[in-house]
């Protein structure tokens, strides 16, 4: 397979990572679509997940290879690193379904490869607001309909972290698939999408993640420190991730009785006194038990 080779989009940034940093992020994937992972119909079945600037070594792909491959032995992943000696560390961890190469937010793939989950942890957060959806709309090119892309901010070792989930649309792909047109869906104006920020239309916006171990304890506005590039400057009067933290706040304080019965039970019934404040949120037991709160948007 032939590799066209283009300037990696983008600019190197710190490189720091953690053993096991993104753990909670890799639970959170296999919780909330197992399928997503291992499904092997049509291009799924060599379609990639890319680790996307993977830090000054490859070990949280490494970690996330060991998880996903409990449900696909034969998932192929790919490590992308825009700084070309994190590439070259990154190298002697590679075989013959581990790659590590370098590029940026347009992918280093070979023709014919496709993407079904893109993982970019602690990159954009790094670069400029207006970097954001440029970013997005690049990173939408290979990856199949209905793959998605979680890409978000962590505290240094991953207690606390918050991250967009991002589904690519059901629209036929121009570039992997050797369609030279782009759909007309692609060529519609910018949707508004979070704050001021617009992203294309190739991407649905399906939830906001807020995570946490709870070893910090449970405090809300932990959250608002982490938040994924397009939401960190939005938190201000008159923008709905404002109205949010605000309700969640009050939701806390109202639920501070649970809070007797442990961390989890007050983040629980925090979260269920905020949907009843109109706010789409998952329920479920299986999210709030683990510290996963979903807002849908
Ligand atoms: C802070 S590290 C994050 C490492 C790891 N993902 C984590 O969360 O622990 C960010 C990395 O992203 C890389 N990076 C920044 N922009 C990039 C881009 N456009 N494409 C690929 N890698 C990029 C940087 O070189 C850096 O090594």
Not at 78 to 83: A, H, K, P, Q, Y
Not at 172 to 200: N, R
Not at 258 to 280: C, D, H, N, V
Request: charged share 25%.
């Amino acid at each position: 397979m032939k590799r066209v080779s283009k300037k990696p989009e983008g600019q190197s940034t710190r490189g720091k990572t953690a053993d096991n940093r993104l753990r909670r992020v890799d639970n959170f994937l296999l919780l909330y679509e197992p399928s997503l992972l291992s499904r092997t119909d049509g291009l799924f079945a060599e379609s990639l997940f890319v680790d996307l600037g993977y830090g000054f070594d490859p070990r949280t792909t490494l970690e996330s290879a060991w998880r996903f491959r409990r449900s696909n032995p034969n998932l192929r992943i790919l490590g992308v690193e825009i700084d070309k000696k994190r590439v070259e560390a990154a190298h002697p961890f590679a075989d013959e379904k581990t790659f590590f190469r370098l590029g940026g937010f347009n992918l280093p793939l070979l023709s014919g490869e496709t993407v079904r989950l893109i993982r970019a942890f602690n990159v954009l957060r790094q670069y400029e607001e207006k970097d954001f959806a440029p970013a997005y709309e690049r990173l939408a090119e290979h990856v199949l309909p209905g793959g998605l892309m979680i890409e978000g901010t962590s505290t240094p070792f991953g207690n606390v972290w918050s991250a967009n989930l991002a589904r690519r649309r059901d629209v036929i792909l121009s570039g992997a698939l050797g369609h030279d047109e782009s759909p007309s869906q692609l060529k519609e104006t910018l949707q508004p999408f979070a704050g001021s920020l617009k992203v294309t239309n190739e991407w649905t916006f399906e939830a906001l993640i807020f995570s946490t171990n709870f070893h910090s304890g449970f405090d809300v506005e932990e959250f608002q420190t982490i938040l994924p590039k397009n939401y960190i400057h939005c938190v201000v009067r008159g923008e709905p991730i404002y109205d949010f933290f605000e309700a969640w706040k009050r939701s806390a304080l109202e639920a501070a009785s649970a809070r007797t019965f442990g961390l989890k039970q007050w983040f629980t019934a925090s979260a269920e006194s905020l949907s009843k404040k109109g706010f789409e949120l998952d329920l479920h037991k299986k999210w709030l038990g683990k510290g996963y709160l979903i807002w849908h948007r």
